[in-house]
């Protein structure tokens, strides 16, 4: 067994596909096909259920599955600590960022890291909030900013921004002249949200229900400024973190303060608890503790 062999061997089950495997590991699906073949003869069991239509797992699969993981896991994770104790004053950092964080807060935080230290090679993967989570799993990120709650047994997370989160409304709506609102007041409003690949949308879900109610979604989209323009169109109504406000035209909406529940807006740094901190790493908590 080799850590090739478990490389192709996870990157199959997350892909649930050899050729689509394949083609992300740049390698051929007769090179899969062996490769899984010798796993199979080496611990002499079957793996994947070669009689099904669709791909499906073993349960002897599943089960080496979650073994492949943790070695992988394990075998980079040592290897990125040789490589940063071997090179102390350089190394790499790999951050994800949801592209809200971003324009709102980290920008100013990459432009200081790579003045403070130019040896390091800083990668930024900008992905809305639950792609990023995926991404730190699979250990392909060091670290990513997440939006509070953020709740998971696997990952440290520490709050480095917080602001409000306000109700948006066009000028004419019947609400515009309004300073506070309880959440209650919106049930029978037309919801525009962010798609659901963002935690944002989670947490409006959230603060509906602890109000009381399901929110009346009419329409979705991954892009803030479209939101932004259909609330301005009395299209329906919107929740802006107010930073994100103060980046755009606000003479025609309405910004509304919310109560029962309050919204806050909370960015943390989130990592796995059985990652390696290499020096990037700590260099850059250290930043955002500083802001």
Same mark, same amino acid.
């Given at each position: 067994?080799?850590?090739?062999q478990l490389q192709y061997y996870v990157e199959i089950v997350c892909q649930k596909s050899f050729t689509r ?65 071997? +090179? #102390?004053?350089?190394? &790499? %950092? ?5 592209? /809200? ?6 920008? *100013? ?91 944002? +949308? #989670?947490?409006?879900? &959230? %603060? ?5 109610? /399901? ?6 989209? *991954? ?69």
């Amino acid at each position: 067994m080799t850590i090739n062999q478990l490389q192709y061997y996870v990157e199959i089950v997350c892909q649930k596909s050899f050729t689509r495997a394949a083609e992300s590991l740049f390698v051929s699906q007769s090179a899969l096909s062996k490769s899984v073949r010798t796993l199979e003869q080496e611990f002499e069991t079957e793996l994947i259920d070669h009689s099904s239509k669709d791909f499906l797992l073993t349960p002897e699969g599943e089960l080496f599955y979650e073994y492949a993981r943790k070695i992988l896991d394990f075998f980079n994770m040592q290897t990125r600590e040789l490589h940063q104790r071997l +090179h #102390d004053m350089g190394g &790499s %950092l790999n951050i994800g960022i949801p592209p /809200t964080s971003g324009t709102v807060y980290f920008y *100013s935080l990459i432009r200081e890291y790579r003045e403070r230290y130019p040896n390091v090679d800083l990668n930024i993967l900008e992905v809305p909030s639950k792609i990023l989570l995926k991404e730190m799993d699979m250990n392909r990120l060091d670290m990513g900013a997440v939006l509070e709650p953020f709740s998971n047994s696997q990952y440290i997370s520490k709050p480095v921004y917080q602001a409000e989160i306000v109700l948006t409304v066009s000028k004419t709506h019947p609400l515009a002249a309004r300073k506070c609102v309880s959440f209650s007041t919106l049930r029978n409003e037309k919801f525009l949200m962010m798609s659901s690949d963002f935690i944002y +949308h #989670d947490i409006i879900i &959230s %603060l509906c229900k602890e109000a009381g109610f /399901t929110p009346n979604i009419a329409f979705k989209s *991954s892009q803030w400024d479209l939101i932004f323009e259909m609330a301005n169109d009395s299209q329906g109504i919107a929740f802006f973190p107010t930073p994100l406000l103060a980046k755009r035209n606000c003479a025609n909406i309405r910004q509304i303060h919310l109560k029962n529940p309050e919204a806050h807006w909370v960015l943390s740094i989130a990592y796995r608890k059985d990652k390696f901190i290499t020096e990037p790493m700590q260099r850059f908590l250290a930043l955002c503790n500083e802001t």
